[in-house]
């Protein structure tokens, strides 16, 4: 079977990485990169690069890939459905939910598969935590904490922490859980001068009562990517920079220091650092898309499971301009 034949729309710095693996993906030939503005360095010339998506369509893409600012992945993604190319569009699917809901429609109508590069699900620690979660393995959820802080990425130009960073633990802590948010209160902060929010803090519940919060900002040189999910056996900690999962056990021992025994609570017993296989997540995200488009398995991230996503942020937003609690769905 000829391979697949693949596009890719933007060349920004998630594109030249999507362009890498693309390059040497099982099935597939990368024939066209849009990019009206190429670099000049070593690795894009060897990139066979085009200057419009309309350029990139006459090379009979079959699917491709929309890395390119969030405003303009709905007139981007909606001409590759009308050209009939599945697509695979980077996260966040849209800017708000109405946008996402014409790129569904686009797709739907043309019966093509669309995608989001919601690439926190095809980490391996974050699918392993999520396969213990739905073993059973931490008992009843408790809560789930996230930390997603780092310096500011130039390359953001179009939307705040909220829908570039934000996003990604939404949809990630609706994932592992398998619940959707009931309600959530969030406030963000503006320090870098910049027109859109810099930080977020916000807490909230998935159905069921299990309690979020997450902690999201652009402001702090250190770099941390760390899931945090507490339950009635122990709590389970993903570290998604090294795609590390430890689990942190209830204690189990009796304890003879009066100051601890007096305690209520739990204390800690054993800790262990799981030993899981580390395939690079975009790899397995492009496979995952590759094997869609060929009618095997379904392993995307839907634009249902997307758009549901912008609209939990799209709350957020809410919840902090207001001060009030949003109610989700």
């Known amino acids: 079977m000829a391979d697949l034949r693949a596009g890719l729309v933007g060349l920004g710095q998630m594109g030249r990485h999507h362009a890498r693996v693309l390059g040497s993906l099982p099935g597939v030939e990368l024939v066209g990169v849009v990019e009206p503005d190429p670099p000049t360095d070593r690795a894009a010339d060897q990139l066979p690069i085009v200057a419009t998506v309309d350029e990139l369509l006459e090379e009979g893409v079959d699917l491709a890939v929309v890395s390119v600012p969030t405003a303009l992945h709905e007139p981007v993604a909606v001409q590759l459905a009308e050209a009939g190319v599945h697509a695979l569009i980077e996260k966040p699917v849209a800017p708000d939910v109405a946008a996402a809901r014409r790129i569904a ?14 690439i926190e699900r095809y980490n391996p620690a974050l699918q392993e935590m999520r396969r213990r979660l739905k073993n059973g393995e931490l008992g009843e ?12 990425p130039a390359r953001i130009a179009d939307v705040g922490v909220v829908l570039d960073l934000a996003t990604h633990d939404v949809d990630l802590t609706a994932w592992v859980a398998d619940r959707p948010y009931v309600d959530l209160a969030a406030r963000t902060a ?29 402001l702090s040189p250190l770099k941390e990517r760390v899931t945090v999910v507490t339950g009635e056996r122990g709590t389970l900690v993903a570290d ?32 262990t650092r799981y030993a899981i296989p580390k395939r690079e997540p975009l ?47």
Not at 105 to 118: E, I, M, Q, R, S
Not at 192 to 212: K, M, P, Y
Not at 251 to 270: E, H, K, N
Not at 322 to 329: C, K, P, Y
């Open 105 to 118: 429609d686009a797709f739907t109508t043309a019966g093509l598969l669309a995608c989001v590069g919601h």
């Open 141 to 152: 959820i408790y809560q789930i904490a996230t930390r997603r802080q780092g310096p500011f």
């Open 190 to 218: 503006h320090r870098s001068g910049r027109q859109f929010e810099d930080l977020v803090a916000a807490v909230g519940t998935l159905s069921g009562g299990i309690v979020v919060n997450h902690l999201v900002n652009w």
């Open 240 to 271: 998604t920079i090294a795609a590390d999962l430890t689990f942190y056990a209830n204690g189990l021992a009796p304890v003879s220091w009066d100051t601890l025994a007096s305690f209520r609570g739990v204390v800690q017993g054993d800790v």
């Open 283 to 329: 790899l397995v995200e492009l496979e995952a898309f590759r094997d869609a488009v060929l009618g095997h398995g379904s392993r995307v991230v839907s634009i249902t499971d997307a758009t549901d996503t912008v609209e939990v942020a799209e709350a957020l937003l809410r919840a902090a301009a207001s001060a009030e609690t949003q109610t989700i769905g």
